[in-house]
Nanobody, 114 residues
Framework: QVQVMESGGGLVQPGGSLRLSCAAS????????MGWYRQAPGKQRELIAT?????MTDYSDSVKGRFTISRDKNTVSLQMNSLKPEDTAVYYC??????????WGQGTQVTVSS
């Protein structure tokens, strides 16, 4: 089994930056794709960015050019720049294995407010 744990959320002013990290443990060699999702109050969880084992990355249009996902072995990070109030949400790390099993973290709150 795989477990993931996020860190790095907090409060930041508009235009500021934050970096989120997610560490996977357990059967990490079974992980194919790691990624970040977010869920704002009253909205559905949405995909933000993914990083596959093959090195391919993908971003949602809402964060493209502002957020950067990186991955090193069992850790995936999300560098968030030029943050906007609409980026406020709970951010979740996700790890998907080659067999299709998905594991979620507990989530970390990101609040963008002046």
């Amino acid at each position: 089994q795989v477990q993931v744990m996020e860190s790095g959320g907090g409060l930041v002013q508009p235009g500021g930056s934050l970096r989120l990290s997610c560490a996977a443990s357990g059967v990490i060699f079974s992980i194919d794709v790691m990624g970040w999702y977010r869920q704002a109050p009253g909205k559905q969880r949405e995909l933000i960015a993914t990083f596959s084992t093959g090195g391919m990355t993908d971003y949602s249009d809402s964060v493209k050019g502002r957020f950067t996902i990186s991955r090193d072995k069992n850790t995936v990070s999300l560098q968030m720049n030029s943050l906007k109030p609409e980026d406020t949400a709970v951010y979740y790390c996700n790890a998907q294995t080659f067999s299709g099993r998905s594991t979620w973290g507990q989530g970390t709150q990101v609040t963008v407010s002046s």
